[in-house]
């Protein structure tokens, strides 16, 4: 299948790969033509602009958007709308609002254009991992791009099946659904952040709790100057608190056992912010969620052990790098 990318900075790079690799055609353009030559070697055609990516398409198009929220994918939709077709489909494929998106496809309608949100996990990871998706818009819409769908989701792999009701999707099962209408598909990926944000906070704090077991305001008899990352590697194999994140954690702790290398001045990329608002719009207690968010606001001021590891976090799932730490 054909496909227009824009945007090929950590994940949609990464998209491109993976759908090189599965056989599929990708059109791709950045503001920076050295991540457009930098996709050559692996099949993609190159745009220079805009107008050249949707010259390069074959009707009906669909063009992937992979952009920072707010004005660059704004302006991007909106310069696309002007040059694509009745008929053509603007895929969303970063951290968009979700009411943006419900705005956008009204707009798009009006016009004959399709739109389709899709809420993308996998950070910098996707490209071997898969990615997982949560896909908002109309059935057809979203059945048109299954094969994208398809190749850039993980797959079933190796984990153990649940035991699902008949006739549940099959998609689910490979890394990738249908959520419902246009919003749906961020807003699922926004709670997924807001989860994301909790998880990685009560790491951190029980991490930190156990970096700081030697601190000499305890009695002496209760001082342990403990493995921190061998802790973490141990907990690894069997614990029932295993997962990816910890996975990151005793990796990140491996190379840096007091994570020197980060100051803990931990952003917020906007979802966890919205999360706490929809919990606050349907009256919903998400007091752990809400301390998360809270906790990186805090880490701005000063800095403790736990919050070097949500930098570490960070880092290792999603290429971000916080502020240096200074000597």
Request: aromatic share 6%; net charge negative.
């Given at each position: 299948m054909q496909l227009g990318v824009i945007g090929l900075g950590r994940m949609g790079g990464n998209i491109t790969r993976r759908l090189a690799r599965g056989g599929h055609s990708c059109v791709v353009y950045d503001r920076d033509p050295a991540a457009v030559s930098g996709?050559?070697?692996?099949?993609?055609?190159?745009?220079?602009?805009?107008?050249?990516?949707?010259?390069?398409?074959?009707?009906?198009?669909?063009?992937?958007?992979?952009?920072?929220?707010?004005?660059?994918?704004?302006?991007?939709?909106?310069?696309?709308?002007?040059?694509?077709?009745?008929?053509?489909?603007?895929?969303?494929?970063?951290?968009?609002?979700?009411?943006?998106?419900?705005?956008?496809?009204?707009?798009?309608?009006?016009?004959?254009?399709?739109?389709?949100?899709?809420?993308?996990?996998?950070?910098?990871?996707?490209?071997?991992?898969?990615?997982?998706?949560?896909?908002?818009?109309?059935?057809?819409?979203?059945?048109?791009?299954?094969?994208?769908?398809?190749?850039?989701?993980?797959?079933?792999?190796?984990?153990?099946?649940?035991?699902?009701?008949?006739?549940?999707?099959?998609?689910?099962?490979?890394?990738?659904?249908?959520?419902?209408?246009?919003?749906?598909?961020?807003?699922?990926?926004?709670?997924?952040?807001?989860i994301e944000y909790g998880l990685m906070q009560a790491y951190a704090e029980g991490f930190d709790i156990l970096a700081n077991k030697a601190s000499g305001a305890l009695p002496e008899a209760e001082r342990f100057e403990l493995n921190v990352p061998d802790i973490a590697e141990v907990w690894r194999r069997g614990s029932v608190i295993t997962s990816w994140l910890l996975d990151l954690s005793a990796q990140a702790l491996a190379g840096d056992a007091k994570l020197d290398a980060f100051t803990g001045d931990v952003a917020d990329s906007g979802e966890g912010r919205w999360t706490i608002e929809a919990a606050l719009e349907e009256a919903a207690p998400v007091p752990v969620l809400a301390a998360a968010v809270f906790a990186r606001f805090r880490s701005r001021e000063s800095h403790t052990f736990g919050e070097k590891l949500l930098s570490a976090m960070r880092f290792g799932f999603g290429g971000h790098v916080e502020p240096a730490a200074k000597a």
């Amino acid at each position: 299948m054909q496909l227009g990318v824009i945007g090929l900075g950590r994940m949609g790079g990464n998209i491109t790969r993976r759908l090189a690799r599965g056989g599929h055609s990708c059109v791709v353009y950045d503001r920076d033509p050295a991540a457009v030559s930098g996709l050559a070697g692996v099949g993609a055609a190159g745009a220079s602009s805009l107008e050249d990516l949707v010259r390069q398409l074959q009707a009906p198009r669909h063009v992937w958007v992979m952009l920072p929220e707010g004005g660059p994918t704004e302006e991007t939709i909106t310069a696309l709308a002007a040059l694509l077709a009745r008929g053509d489909t603007i895929i969303d494929g970063g951290n968009s609002f979700y009411r943006d998106d419900i705005r956008r496809a009204g707009e798009l309608d009006a016009k004959g254009l399709g739109y389709i949100d899709v809420g993308t996990s996998g950070g910098v990871w996707g490209l071997e991992r898969g990615f997982c998706m949560m896909v908002g818009g109309s059935p057809a819409a979203v059945q048109a791009i299954d094969p994208i769908l398809k190749t850039l989701a993980p797959g079933e792999g190796q984990i153990p099946r649940t035991r699902r009701a008949a006739g549940a999707d099959p998609r689910v099962e490979q890394g990738y659904m249908h959520t419902g209408p246009v919003g749906s598909g961020h807003f699922v990926k926004m709670i997924h952040n807001g989860i994301e944000y909790g998880l990685m906070q009560a790491y951190a704090e029980g991490f930190d709790i156990l970096a700081n077991k030697a601190s000499g305001a305890l009695p002496e008899a209760e001082r342990f100057e403990l493995n921190v990352p061998d802790i973490a590697e141990v907990w690894r194999r069997g614990s029932v608190i295993t997962s990816w994140l910890l996975d990151l954690s005793a990796q990140a702790l491996a190379g840096d056992a007091k994570l020197d290398a980060f100051t803990g001045d931990v952003a917020d990329s906007g979802e966890g912010r919205w999360t706490i608002e929809a919990a606050l719009e349907e009256a919903a207690p998400v007091p752990v969620l809400a301390a998360a968010v809270f906790a990186r606001f805090r880490s701005r001021e000063s800095h403790t052990f736990g919050e070097k590891l949500l930098s570490a976090m960070r880092f290792g799932f999603g290429g971000h790098v916080e502020p240096a730490a200074k000597a």
